[in-house]
């Protein structure tokens, strides 16, 4: 909905990717042009196993989503790229969920990921918003720098997890609907507040 009420003023991009033993794309493009076909794939792939690439596949999406946001900030004249900084220009907003420690990944660790995200706050202005299931969401979340209100424990029933991710889907809409100069004036409230935390997990 949101990817339609932007069709013609701004562009609208949508990443959604599920990893286990390997990473797989399921959806890439203007989330307006989803079909019901396409979202009941994006519900289907999601299937838990005892393999989790969390820090590879971070790595891969992250570097996918700084491609595309350095190749939009290209296209605008010198003069607009002198009064918008990169880190002003979009809102960036990266969510990744995990129902386990990683013990796939051998191409970065946890301290890798963390300068990763590090760097994508600084040059995107970006938002990292982590979920996690069975384990210490912002203990988990602080260990990659990421601040404690963008850290969100899912329960692991599916009354909790719709509310998650109902949680989940409003911070991103919020955050790609917010103007520039609101997104980053100091301080803001945490992303996700407590009615979202007593609604995600029991």
Do not use: W
């Amino acid at each position: 909905e949101l990817g339609k009420s932007n069709e013609g003023q701004t562009e609208t991009h949508l990443s959604y990717v599920v990893f286990s033993t390997t990473m797989r794309e399921v959806f890439v493009g203007n989330p307006a042009k989803l079909t019901q076909a396409q979202i009941d794939q994006c519900a289907y792939s999601m299937r838990p196993t005892n393999m989790t690439r969390f820090f590879d596949s971070a790595i891969d999406q992250l570097n996918a989503q700084a491609k595309r946001a350095r190749a939009a900030y290209a296209t605008l004249p010198l003069a607009t790229r002198r009064l918008i900084p990169l880190d002003k220009f979009a809102a960036v907003v990266f969510a990744t969920l995990t129902d386990g420690m990683d013990n796939q990944s051998n191409i970065c660790d946890e301290a890798g990921l963390k300068r990763a995200f590090d760097r994508h706050k600084a040059e995107f202005g970006a938002k990292i918003l982590f979920i996690a299931a069975n384990m210490n969401a912002k203990q988990v979340g602080a260990t990659y720098g990421i601040d404690e209100g963008e850290c969100l424990l899912m329960g692991s029933d599916e009354l909790h997890a719709r509310a998650a991710f109902a949680g989940v889907t409003q911070a991103c809409v919020r955050e790609c609907s917010t103007s520039a100069p609101v997104r980053q004036a100091a301080p803001r409230a945490p992303t996700f507040n407590a009615m979202i935390r007593q609604t995600s997990c029991g």
